[in-house]
């Protein structure tokens, strides 16, 4: 049974980096075809894909995002890991890592196989 487990600090202040890990247990981050995404929901709006890595090592990102989005990864310990620069308050929401069987780009429940269980983030000085 694949696992997701997020990790991080809970509170980030304004023009920091945020750095998030997902570990992994039950499957390799390097399976065939497997995408291993990061998403968040901040408080009152939907799900944002924010971008993935994929089993090849290949990453994806958000345009909205992709200035100051980092994904990669780490295969001795089965992780992978987000980085997010310059944070500001809008960046506070509930962070999630989920796994997926292709490139899906926006964020429904339904359209990931597995999901952690999410870390809250706030930017705050």
């Known amino acids: 049974q694949v696992q997701l487990q997020e990790s991080g600090p809970g509170l980030v202040k304004p023009s920091q980096t945020l750095s998030l890990t997902c570990t992994v247990s039950g499957d390799s981050i390097t399976t065939y075809y497997y995408y291993w995404n990061w998403i968040r929901q901040p408080p009152g709006k939907g799900l944002e894909w924010m971008g993935a890595?994929?089993?090849?090592?290949?990453?994806y990102y958000s345009p909205s995002l992709k200035s100051r989005t980092s994904i990669s990864r780490d295969t001795t310990k089965n992780q992978f890991t987000l980085q997010l620069g310059s944070v500001t308050p809008g960046d506070t929401a509930v962070y999630y890592c989920?796994?997926?069987?292709?490139?899906?780009?926006?964020?429904?429940?339904?359209?990931?196989?597995?999901w952690g269980q999410g870390t809250q983030v706030t930017v705050s000085s």
């Open positions: 890595i994929a089993s090849s090592g290949s990453t």
């Open positions: 989920a796994s997926s069987k292709r490139l899906i780009t926006l964020a429904t429940i339904d359209r990931y196989a597995v």
